[in-house]
Nanobody
Framework: QVQLVESGGGLVQAGGSLRLSCVASGRTFSSYVMGWFRQAPGKEREFVAAIRWSGGSTSYEDSVKGRFTISRDNAKNTVYLQMNSLKPEDTAVYYC?????????????????WGQGTQVTVSS
């Protein structure tokens, strides 16, 4: 059974940084794509970034390009989202997701497993 456990959320001032972590267990993830999504109050869940576990190809939503970086540590089965230059509009619950196909996608419905989410709040 696949489990995804996020951590690293919190309260930060605008312009600050946070690093989210997602520990994955229950499978061998070499053929997976791992993604980060976020959902703000009253809004739909939106794509943030994704990475192919094998090879490390990445994809980003336009508003986070140049500010956020997705990476993975194969030895720790962990995916990270480094978030710099945070803005109040980045405030949301951030979710880690896993897709059992090695094809990058921003479509939430194409991901098979989800974590419980971690809250990120950016104050102005």
């Amino acid at each position: 059974q696949v489990q995804l456990v996020e951590s690293g959320g919190g309260l930060v001032q605008a312009g600050g940084s946070l690093r989210l972590s997602c520990v994955a267990s229950g499978r061998t993830f070499s053929s997976y794509v791992m993604g980060w999504f976020r959902q703000a109050p009253g809004k739909e869940r939106e794509f943030v970034a994704a990475i192919r576990w094998s090879g490390g190809s990445t994809s980003y939503e336009d508003s986070v390009k140049g500010r956020f970086t997705i990476s993975r540590d194969n030895a720790k089965n962990t995916v990270y989202l480094q978030m710099n230059s945070l803005k109040p509009e980045d405030t949301a619950v951030y979710y880690c997701a896993a897709r059992a196909l090695p094809i990058l996608t921003a479509a939430a419905e194409r991901y098979d497993y989800w974590g419980q989410g971690t809250q990120v709040t950016v104050s102005s």
